[in-house]
């Protein structure tokens, strides 16, 4: 079975400055597909950033970037340029790109990293 | 944009009393998550379905929990009876799937959630 990992439980960044939230995974398929979601105090669930593992180049939304690394099944987030609205629970989702394993496409979560962002 | 709606958004009951959570997936998609979230527990996979069908609840107490989609529209997630320990965020989440054994790459939406208190 999958799982998910973060590490932190909570991270502190000072507003502008640049936080990575780490995450890992362990999986023994090839294809698969890695998401980090965003949950702010009013608890919904916001998308931040996706990557599909058969892509090398890491993926980038505006100050939002990921560091990809497939052999150490890594998939740490970059939040650049910190600000206010950035403070927020972050979880790293991991799910299968194939139903061969009894997968439909569900999420897998890690426990999540609680960012607060200093002014 | 096209949401996920869940209701009620908040729900206060005694143990024991039944519980019904709603879920109107985004028109189109044909795949329907429930998920819990508990302190302890993280995001948990509850039921999902797949073009109406129950393809796995394996994550439900079965003995109270029921999970249903009456039409592509509504989901709903029962607790009878309810008990203290089911006090959690209940999140519906949608997205689309096709037949093939390949899992869609395009994100699942999430509702903002119903936050359950038994007493």
């Known amino acids: 079975a999958q799982t998910v990992t973060q590490s932190q439980p909570e991270m502190s960044v000072q507003e502008a400055e640049t936080v990575t939230l780490s995450c890992t995974y362990d999986?023994?398929?090839?294809?698969?597909?890695l998401f980090w979601y965003k949950q702010p105090p009013s608890r919904q669930m916001i998308l931040v950033i996706r990557q599909e593992a058969y892509k090398q180049q890491n993926a980038t939304e505006n100050r939002f970037s990921v560091n990809f690394q497939k052999a150490a099944k890594s998939f740490s987030l970059k939040i650049s340029d910190s600000q206010l609205g950035d403070a927020a629970m972050y979880f790293c989702a991991y799910r299968s790109a194939t139903s061969y394993g009894g997968s439909q496409g569900n999420l897998i979560f890690g426990k999540g990293t609680k960012l607060s962002v200093k002014p | 944009d096209a949401r996920v709606t869940q209701t009620p958004r908040h729900k206060v009951t005694e143990m024991g009393q039944e519980v019904t959570m709603r879920c109107q997936p985004i028109l189109g998609h044909n795949t329907v998550f429930w998920y819990r979230q508990t302190m302890m527990q993280g995001l948990e996979l509850l039921a999902y379905f797949r073009n109406r069908a129950p393809l796995d609840d394996s994550g439900m107490p079965k003995d109270r929990f029921s999970a249903e989609m009456p039409d592509a529209t509504l989901a709903t997630l029962k607790i009878q009876p309810s008990e203290p320990r089911d006090s959690a965020v209940y999140f519906c989440?949608?997205?689309?799937?096709?037949?093939?054994?390949?899992?869609?790459?395009?994100?699942?939406?999430f509702g903002d959630g119903t936050r359950l208190s038994i007493l």
């Open positions: 999986t023994s398929e090839s294809d698969y597909y």
């Open positions: 989440a949608s997205g689309s799937q096709g037949s093939s054994v390949y899992v869609s790459n395009q994100p699942q939406h």
